[in-house]
C-alpha cells in the first residue's frame, strides 16, 4: 500500500501554518509549541532543530523523545475522520497534532487541551482497576460479614427460578 504524501511534507512546512491560525484566533506562538511538545515530548530546541533540519512528518514522530501515553484521550473529528478510529498509527499521530491547534484556536482552556483533568482521571481509573480485588461470595445459608438476611436471593441459581424471600415487587415470580 503506497504511503500518504503526508508523511514526506516537512514539519517545517506545516508549523507556520499551526502558529497562524493559532495568532489569528488570539493564541500565541510559545502556546502552539506547548501543545506540540505535549503531544511529542520535544522540546523549544528540539522544535527549532526540526523545523531547521526540515525533517518530513514521519521522521519528526520517529524520532519524538516521548510520544504523550494520554494522546489516546484525544478524541473527536478532525478533517472529517475521528482520531480515535484512525488505523494507521502515524496518520492519528499527525491528526492528534491537528486537532490540539485546533482546539487551541478555538479558544479552549490550555487545561483541556492538555486533558489534564481526563488525564489523572484516566490514572485513577487505572490505580483503582490495578488495586480491585475480587470478593468472596458467601455462603448461601448464611449471610456475609455485617449484612443482614434479607432473605432475597444472591445465588443466580435461586434468581432464575423465583425467590420465596421478602422485598420482591409484583413482577417477581414466586415458588409455589
Known amino acids: 500500500m503506497p504511503r500518504h504524501r503526508i508523511f514526506a511534507t516537512s514539519f517545517a512546512s506545516i508549523y507556520p501554518h499551526y502558529v497562524h491560525k493559532a495568532e489569528r484566533k488570539n493564541r500565541s506562538k510559545e502556546e502552539v509549541d506547548q501543545v506540540i511538545s505535549w503531544l511529542t515530548g520535544y522540546d523549544s530546541a528540539g522544535l527549532e532543530t526540526a523545523i531547521d533540519d526540515g525533517v518530513d512528518l514521519e521522521t519528526f514522530f520517529a524520532e519524538a523523545p516521548a510520544m504523550n501515553p494520554h494522546a489516546a ?36 482552556k490550555m487545561t483541556v487541551v492538555l486533558r489534564v483533568g481526563a488525564a489523572a482521571d484516566a490514572e485513577d481509573r487505572e490505580r483503582a482497576d490495578a488495586g480491585r480485588r475480587v470478593r468472596a461470595v458467601p455462603a448461601p445459608d448464611r449471610p456475609g460479614p455485617g449484612r443482614a438476611d434479607t432473605g432475597r436471593c444472591s445465588e443466580p441459581a435461586e434468581a432464575d427460578i423465583g425467590c420465596t424471600g421478602g422485598g420482591l415487587g409484583p413482577s417477581a415470580r414466586r415458588v409455589r
Open 73 to 108: 484521550l484525544i478524541k473527536g473529528v478532525i478533517c472529517g475522520y475521528r482520531v480515535e478510529e484512525i488505523e494507521d498509527p502515524l496518520m492519528q499521530k499527525i491528526r492528534y497534532m491537528d486537532k490540539l491547534v485546533d482546539e487551541l484556536a478555538r479558544g479552549k
